[in-house]
Protein backbone atom coordinates (compact mmCIF):
# COMPACT_ATOMS: atom_id res chain seq x y z
CA UNK A 1 0.00 0.00 0.00
CA UNK A 2 1.25 3.18 -1.02
CA UNK A 3 1.21 6.30 1.58
CA UNK A 4 2.33 9.84 1.11
CA UNK A 5 3.47 11.75 3.77
CA UNK A 6 3.73 15.90 3.40
CA UNK A 7 5.54 18.00 5.32
CA UNK A 8 7.23 21.73 5.39
CA UNK A 9 3.97 23.84 5.55
CA UNK A 10 3.94 26.89 7.99
CA UNK A 11 3.41 30.37 8.31
CA UNK A 12 4.87 32.91 6.31
CA UNK A 13 5.08 36.41 5.25
CA UNK A 14 3.95 37.41 1.73
CA UNK A 15 6.56 37.19 -0.48
CA UNK A 16 8.48 34.79 1.29
CA UNK A 17 8.96 31.13 0.13
CA UNK A 18 8.26 27.97 1.49
CA UNK A 19 9.64 23.98 0.05
CA UNK A 20 7.24 21.40 1.13
CA UNK A 21 8.00 17.92 1.10
CA UNK A 22 6.03 15.04 0.05
CA UNK A 23 8.10 10.99 1.30
CA UNK A 24 6.66 8.11 -0.46
CA UNK A 25 6.69 4.76 0.89
CA UNK A 26 4.80 1.53 -0.37
CA UNK A 27 6.11 -1.76 -2.37
CA UNK A 28 3.64 -0.50 -5.44
CA UNK A 29 4.87 2.80 -5.75
CA UNK A 30 6.92 2.10 -8.96
CA UNK A 31 3.35 1.64 -10.68
CA UNK A 32 2.41 4.94 -10.21
CA UNK A 33 3.99 7.15 -13.09
CA UNK A 34 3.08 10.84 -11.74
CA UNK A 35 3.19 12.23 -8.87
CA UNK A 36 1.10 15.73 -8.21
CA UNK A 37 0.63 18.97 -5.56
CA UNK A 38 -2.79 20.47 -4.83
CA UNK A 39 -4.33 22.76 -2.40
CA UNK A 40 -7.76 23.54 -1.01
CA UNK A 41 -8.58 26.82 0.96
CA UNK A 42 -11.06 27.60 3.19
CA UNK A 43 -14.54 27.62 1.37
CA UNK A 44 -13.21 26.23 -1.86
CA UNK A 45 -12.38 23.61 -4.36
CA UNK A 46 -9.47 21.91 -4.26
CA UNK A 47 -6.73 23.23 -6.68
CA UNK A 48 -4.21 21.88 -8.96
CA UNK A 49 -1.31 22.69 -8.59
CA UNK A 50 1.49 20.75 -10.09
CA UNK A 51 2.56 17.31 -11.28
CA UNK A 52 5.45 15.83 -12.40
CA UNK A 53 6.36 12.54 -14.34
CA UNK A 54 8.51 10.37 -12.31
CA UNK A 55 10.42 8.52 -15.19
CA UNK A 56 10.79 11.79 -17.49
CA UNK A 57 10.63 14.83 -14.70
CA UNK A 58 8.41 16.67 -17.36
CA UNK A 59 6.06 19.29 -15.27
CA UNK A 60 2.88 20.83 -15.69
CA UNK A 61 0.91 24.10 -13.96
CA UNK A 62 -1.98 25.62 -12.66
CA UNK A 63 -2.07 29.09 -13.93
CA UNK A 64 -2.15 30.55 -10.58
CA UNK A 65 1.50 29.23 -9.69
CA UNK A 66 3.47 29.45 -12.67
CA UNK A 67 6.38 31.16 -12.44
CA UNK A 68 6.76 31.26 -8.55
CA UNK A 69 6.21 27.58 -7.89
CA UNK A 70 8.68 24.72 -8.89
CA UNK A 71 8.15 20.84 -8.65
CA UNK A 72 10.62 18.58 -8.47
CA UNK A 73 11.55 14.89 -7.84
CA UNK A 74 14.29 12.51 -6.11
CA UNK A 75 13.54 9.18 -7.27
CA UNK A 76 16.00 7.76 -5.44
CA UNK A 77 14.83 9.28 -2.05
CA UNK A 78 11.29 8.15 -3.08
CA UNK A 79 9.95 11.94 -2.72
CA UNK A 80 8.40 14.93 -4.60
CA UNK A 81 8.84 18.91 -3.73
CA UNK A 82 7.10 21.56 -4.51
CA UNK A 83 9.27 25.38 -4.01
CA UNK A 84 7.07 28.35 -3.36
CA UNK A 85 8.46 31.82 -3.55
CA UNK A 86 7.06 35.05 -4.09
CA UNK A 87 4.55 34.01 -1.82
CA UNK A 88 1.00 35.72 -1.84
CA UNK A 89 -2.31 35.30 0.70
CA UNK A 90 -4.04 33.58 -1.87
CA UNK A 91 -1.70 31.00 -1.80
CA UNK A 92 -3.03 30.19 1.88
CA UNK A 93 -4.17 26.64 1.54
CA UNK A 94 -4.07 23.05 2.78
CA UNK A 95 -1.30 21.41 0.12
CA UNK A 96 -2.35 17.77 -0.53
CA UNK A 97 0.93 15.33 -2.31
CA UNK A 98 -0.96 12.72 -4.77
CA UNK A 99 0.05 9.77 -7.07
CA UNK A 100 -1.22 8.27 -9.57
CA UNK A 101 -1.19 5.86 -12.96
CA UNK A 102 -2.10 7.66 -15.36
CA UNK A 103 -3.60 11.33 -16.24
CA UNK A 104 -6.42 9.83 -17.63
CA UNK A 105 -7.17 7.45 -14.31
CA UNK A 106 -6.40 10.82 -12.54
CA UNK A 107 -4.89 10.65 -8.81
CA UNK A 108 -6.13 8.26 -6.45
CA UNK A 109 -3.51 8.03 -3.66
CA UNK A 110 -3.68 11.27 -1.32
CA UNK A 111 -1.38 12.53 1.48
CA UNK A 112 -3.25 13.83 4.85
CA UNK A 113 -2.09 17.54 3.83
CA UNK A 114 0.36 20.33 5.22
CA UNK A 115 -1.33 23.42 6.06
CA UNK A 116 0.15 26.90 4.27
CA UNK A 117 -0.68 30.29 5.55
CA UNK A 118 0.51 33.39 4.03
CA UNK A 119 0.22 36.43 5.66
CA UNK A 120 0.26 39.80 4.17
Known amino acids: QVQLVESGGGLVQAGGSLRLSCAVS?????????MGWFRQAPGKEREFVAR????????GYGDSVKGRFTISRDNARNSVYLQMNSLKAEDTAVYYCAAGRTLSEGFNIWGQGTKVTVSS
Open 52 to 59: IWRSSGNT
Open 26 to 34: GRTFSTYAI
